[in-house]
């Protein structure tokens, strides 16, 4: 499968055209979309006439930037004008957007071409994309199992060739967990870079918009074209041999998948041998991290639902209708605490980060679990699968530290396994240089 | 209004609306929340309680002692262990 790197090398070299990619990523569709229902709605004539035009304006000598005629998919929650965004619910029968959210006005203007709106959990309220209006979406490694969640339709779409990139979003981990459970990248920047109107939200206190994207380079130009600066040099691998990194074990490695903490200490096995240092850093209120994240994300959804789970509550599957229910009992002194204990962790991610140039943990302490499952074993131990999936990266969305997901590798049964890295807030940049760097140690197979 | 007061009366009150089904969730909300109450960052009006810390400790002149800072370095005696 092309990255965007190199199909943007082609395109240049008269190689190849936007509308020929459009086209191989729409056959994709037409193939694979009835076996993993990652898309909602494929926008295939409105693509084939966006390629048609860049391939003009490149002709006539306007070029765009690296994102110059570039199939790209988006999550069913932003909004393309003229189309309606779902967020997989019947709650949203009959919108239309009358303008793109501000990311795709950027994605635009950079020249992407927009393939289609992907399929994701319900109001993104989910980890596995199993509760949506449209049906599950599936992986494409398994399609018996989730592509992960919330944003499941986008990471099936990218891992199945059907576009070069996906967006997606993120409140707990919805763009490294569906990352993760499907072998590609995803970048979360830090809180605030990237701006989610237009957006359909599920907390406005840990929401962010990022990419997903095969490799970290593709991350680092379309997170270029999001902050509206496409044409930008992108960022150059920091020297491997030298860097520091502060390794999160506490909380965050005592419950994992056999296969999933193998190919985690392989990877920082290779990264030591490349140089890297690896320092053991903790976070003292790690087991604080999940009480925190539900006080506040439940509170907020709530809020946001108000109106219409008293008016339409039949339209909400039963398991989002239920999560949403539950956040109207949050009390409000709970919430100012649980406020006030991201406060802490902020500060103690800051701290761990110290003089590190970033955190390395897993991205998800199990591989992508089967459909319908609501346990998964650990060590001979049945956990929820919703709290085990979360548990790895909720925490930076609560302090808004910008962390990425990379492949590390694949269990026996051909399922992807991720590592993530966690950077300074407000150092985006520096995580991708950390992220090139690394990447050729972590990615062994994709 | 104490947690299992809360919990209680949540649980009356999701029955009376026809969402018994809830009972589960705000057990598990009621364990965390008890989790979240327990935490040593709390702030309280107790005349015994301790300051917060939500605040970076402060030097012996009064400065904040941040992140990776050398004096906060020297007074922790490192962060981190190799």
Known sequence: MMTIEEFGRRLRARQTTSEQITNDCLQRIDADNPRLNAFILVMADEARAQARELDRELAGGKDRGPLHGVPISIKDLYDIRGTATTAASRVREGHVADGDATAIARLRQAGAVFVGKTNLHEFAFGTTNEDSAFGPARNPHDPARSPGGSSGGSAASLAAGMALATMGTCTGGSIRIPAAACGTVGLKPTFGEIPTDGIVPLSRTFDHAGPLTQTVTDAALVYDALLGEPGKTPPAPMPVRGLRLGVLRSYFCDLLDDEVRAHFEGALDRLRTAGVTIDEVEIRHATDIAPIYLHIQLADASAYHAATIETMPEKYTPAVRQRLELGRYVLAEDYVRARAGGEVLRREVDAALGTHDALVLPTLPIPAPLIGAETVQIAGKAEPVRTVMLRLTQLFNITGHPAMALPSGKTRAGLPCSLQLVGNRMATDALLRVALACEPHISQVR | ?82
């Open chain 2, 1 to 82: 209004m104490n947690i299992d007061s809360w919990l209680q009366a949540a649980i009356a009150d999701a029955e009376r609306r026809g969402l018994p089904e809830l009972k589960p969730l705000l057990e598990a909300l009621a364990r965390a929340t008890k989790t979240l109450r327990a935490a040593d960052f709390n702030d309280s009006a107790a005349p015994s309680h301790q300051p917060p810390a939500t605040r970076p400790p402060l030097a012996d002149d009064g400065s904040e002692l941040r992140p990776g800072s050398p004096k906060r370095q020297r007074r922790e005696g490192g962060s981190h262990r190799s």
